[in-house]
């Protein structure tokens, strides 16, 4: 049974819970992209000076990228990003010499904590921290979600640190503002997790924007909560003309100091068909019934389950349901063929579940589903995973989901793995790392939100077979091809910005027959002997062109996908289109699109380069799943060397972290007063 835990600022060496006096979020979306500042103010409840944990869950797409102390004389104290070990050495030190500081690290992908040190008997502070997400889809075309997560759950098995371990309670008063600014006419916002909210289509008050943008691209959303009683994660759903169509940003760099670069960002949904497998598909549900699902939880995975069977295609289909908690148990011991009357007894099956396997042991209902599996596959397979990702053993889960794509997997049967995550506080390091190491997507469903259109998108992207060879000519050129002198400039009339766009962009339409569009509307060698804790490395410097992700998944028709780069600025021109062109593995045919680039205009006084961090971000997180483009004089190294490969992939974290301001697995936030 999970425990649903909340923002807190507590002392770990008695775990006195510190006064929690407000929580306000300001937030500002612009197009696909947000940024929040959460600012919380807490007490110390004691007579004498503590050490506390500030401990809050967040989106694992997430990019932390500022933090700040403000203690009770007005002193603020910016946090920098540091080589986590050194800023914990910092830190420490800086707190035995009696200094208040803070320490800001990645716990998991979903929860961070900040370590405040000496903070003064009675005292008030404010923790301040920013951060940068992309939004999703939602139910229908031309909508996305933006989530708030107010809890994390506490999960099953050991936890990663003592911090996350932590839960509460407490309840805290809470106000967030919300500015959305659109490219196109702003049709609808709403706010499924029913907060009271109160929405003002138009111009908002002393909000700074250019005269030319039109009232009805802005709005502005105010949601309370005095009481704190409203606990569940904060939904809001944007519907806007053109969201889903092509474009791809385009943002150079604020800062003098680290060199002229432009990052890009490409976002779409893809609208194509392509023909289902000729031999049909098996697909398998995985089904949580543990302790932590009772309640709304399992009644969301068994409306969302039904959908999901009642969508399957119906030629050539086999399916079967396995529910898991602290033990794992088929529904049929082999998956049956897709018939009425199969149909009839996996619902009435479905009716009948409850929250009552116990723990949650995901690995283990992987581990018999991949089992009982030929190797290599005799057709393709569609495992659907339904949970609230309540485990903290997210990377054995991802170790046993590469390995049986890896080992069972063909060209001809593909195999995929996608997640539903389940309910308040589902844990998105949980589903989507699984969905991402199954070479799938991850869909979330809530209380009170309609379920049948990301069930049937989700039935729809398991028909459609992958797209390999993705490749994005962010330059014009074939990626493969650049070098260190091939580089651009930025023309700055031939391209639209966020301001300036009242149309969504066409697509461009390929003569090629053959083609699909994919949218219709150097080292030095060491020389060191003896062990050493960590292999020396010496990092080349990036590449002209950084893309991330490196190795795209492959195209769903009606999944956004979002693709960023940060490219060397210097001579030659950037084309007023890029390019996306892929194979379909079942078939050979050729599929692509021209897209657009837009300027990223920033709506209001920011000193953040928004695209640059979230492709730093897409960059780091490609790291951590081991995926680089270090250079073959590099890579040769590593073989039978994996300590030297992830000293590798750690300093190139450590460099992008330091530079972009951003935490994650190697780089942690240090302010030091």
Not at 418 to 434: L, M, Q
Not at 575 to 594: C, F, N, S
Not at 608 to 628: C, G, P, S, V, Y
Request: net charge negative; aromatic share 6%; glycine share 6%.
């Amino acid at each position: 049974m999970s425990q649903r835990a909340f923002c807190r600022l507590y002392a770990p060496t008695n775990n006195t819970q510190f006064v929690l006096d407000g929580s306000t979020v300001d937030v500002l979306i612009a197009d696909v992209h947000a940024s929040v500042e959460i600012s919380q103010r807490f007490t110390n409840p004691l007579d004498v000076g503590v050490e506390a944990t500030y401990t809050f869950g967040l989106l694992a797409s997430a990019a932390i990228c500022g933090f700040k102390m403000i203690r009770a004389d007005g002193t603020e104290v910016e946090g920098v990003v540091k080589e986590k070990e050194e800023a914990k050495k910092e830190y420490q030190e800086a707190v035995k010499q009696g200094y208040t500081a803070a320490l800001g690290a990645e716990d998991t992908k979903d929860v961070f904590s900040i370590s405040v040190g000496n903070i003064s008997a009675k005292e008030t502070v404010v923790i301040k921290l920013r951060y940068l997400q992309t939004l999703t889809d939602d139910e229908k075309r031309d909508q996305v979600r933006f989530v708030f997560p107010r809890t994390y759950a506490q999960r099953y098995g050991p936890a990663p640190t003592v911090n996350a371990a932590s839960a509460s309670t407490v309840h805290q008063r809470f106000s967030m503002d919300v500015i959305v600014q659109q490219a196109s006419t702003i049709k609808s916002i709403s706010c499924p997790s029913g907060h009271p909210m109160q929405l003002e289509l138009g111009r908002p008050d002393g909000f700074a924007v250019d005269d030319s943008v039109p009232d009805s691209q802005l709005a502005k959303v105010v949601l309370s909560d005095p009481s704190g009683s409203l606990t569940q994660d904060i939904l809001l759903v944007i519907t806007a003309a053109g969201l889903d169509s092509p474009r791809c940003f385009v943002e150079k760099n604020s800062s003098s100091t680290s060199g002229e670069t432009v990052a890009m960002g490409l976002t779409f949904v893809p609208r194509f068909t392509l023909p289902d497998h000729p031999a049909g598909m098996e697909y398998i549900f995985i089904v949580d019934r543990s302790g932590s699902m009772a309640g709304s939880g399992i009644k969301l995975v068994k409306e969302a389950l039904v959908v999901l069977l009642r969508g399957l295609p119906s030629r050539n289909t086999k399916f079967n349901i396995v529910s898991f908690g602290s033990r794992s148990t088929k529904f049929w011991e082999s998956s049956q063929a897709y018939t009425q009357s199969n149909l009839e007894a996996a619902t009435s099956h479905v009716d009948s579940m409850g929250a009552d396997y116990g723990g949650t042991e995901i690995a283990s209902a992987l581990d018999l589903v991949f089992s009982s599996l030929s190797t290599p596959l005799s057709k393709p397979v569609a495992v659907f995973l339904l949970t609230d990702g309540g485990a903290w053993d997210v990377s054995g889960c991802v170790a046993k989901t590469k390995n049986a794509l890896t080992t069972q997997a063909t060209k001809e049967n593909f195999m995929r793995v996608f997640t539903v995550g389940i309910g308040n506080g589902a844990s998105t390091d949980t589903c989507d790392s699984i969905a991402k190491a199954g070479g799938a997507i991850s869909v979330y469903v809530g209380p009170n939100e309609p379920v049948v259109g990301k069930c049937s998108r989700l039935v729809r992207a398991a028909r459609t077979p992958p797209i390999q060879d993705l490749r994005i000519f962010w330059t014009g050129n074939d990626p493969s091809t650049l070098s260190e002198d091939d580089d651009f400039e930025l023309v700055e009339d031939d391209t639209k910005t966020l301001v300036e766009a009242s149309k969504p962009p066409a697509s461009s339409t390929s003569t090629t027959p053959a083609s699909i569009s994919l949218f219709d509307s150097d080292v030095k060698d060491n020389d060191d002997v003896g062990p050493s804790s960590t292999p020396a490395t010496q990092l080349p410097p990036p590449s002209v062109v950084q893309q991330a992700p490196l190795q795209p998944q492959s195209l769903f028709p009606g999944t956004r996908s979002q693709l960023y780069a940060i490219m060397t600025k210097k001579q030659a021109v950037l084309p007023k289109t890029i390019k996306v062109k892929g194979t379909v593995t079942t078939t050979g045919a050729v599929v692509e699109l021209d897209v657009p680039i837009w300027k990223l205009a920033q709506p209001q006084a920011s000193r953040l380069d928004f695209l640059h961090i979230l492709a730093a971000k897409a960059l780091i997180t490609d790291r951590e799943n081991q995926i680089h483009d270090f250079s073959p004089a590099i890579t040769s190294s590593f073989k039978g060397n994996d300590e030297l490969r992830d000293a590798y992939l750690k300093a190139d974290i450590v460099r992008l972290g330091v530079k972009y301001g951003l935490s994650s697995r190697h780089t942690s936030f240090i302010a030091v007063d």
